[in-house]
């Protein structure tokens, strides 16, 4: 199983971005779908999730900000992300997992699968 995640880069406070994420080798489809991130000497924080009821999940730090997505049939998730601040700045990690319950949606140790992270750096 992989998840590979693209779309971080260097933006501007104030500006957007898009991460991608595709999984292969399994199908997620009656799973979650997710992004946590991690700045560098803190934990890994989550920020958005889709069910598998398709309900998306936010943090309060990126609720209004950033938008979840995700495509069954491609086995993908997104999240866009508007307004960027530098505190937004992070490894991005896309995750997934078929098993997930509910109350564990926003806990990384619940997670089976992550992908590598991709970078985000908002300059202020």
């Known amino acids: 199983v992989q998840l590979q995640a693209c779309g971080g880069g260097l933006v501007q406070a104030g500006g957007y971005l898009r991460l991608s994420c595709v999984a292969s080798?399994?199908?997620?489809?009656?799973?979650?779908m997710g992004w946590f991130r991690q700045a560098p000497g803190k934990e890994r924080q989550f920020v958005a999730v889709?069910?598998?009821?398709?309900?998306?999940y936010y943090s309060d730090s990126v609720k209004g900000r950033f938008t979840i997505s995700r495509d069954k049939a491609k086995n993908t998730v997104s999240l866009q992300m508007n307004s960027l601040k530098p505190e937004d700045t992070a490894v991005y990690y896309c995750?997934?997992?078929?098993?997930?319950?509910?109350?564990?949606?926003?806990?990384?140790?619940?997670?089976?699968?992550w992908g590598q992270g991709t970078l985000v750096t908002v300059s202020s």
């Open positions: 889709v069910s598998r009821s398709g309900h998306a």
């Open positions: 995750t997934a997992d078929e098993r997930i319950i509910l109350s564990s949606l926003r806990t990384p140790a619940a997670y089976d699968y």
């Open positions: 080798g399994r199908s997620f489809n009656n799973g979650a």
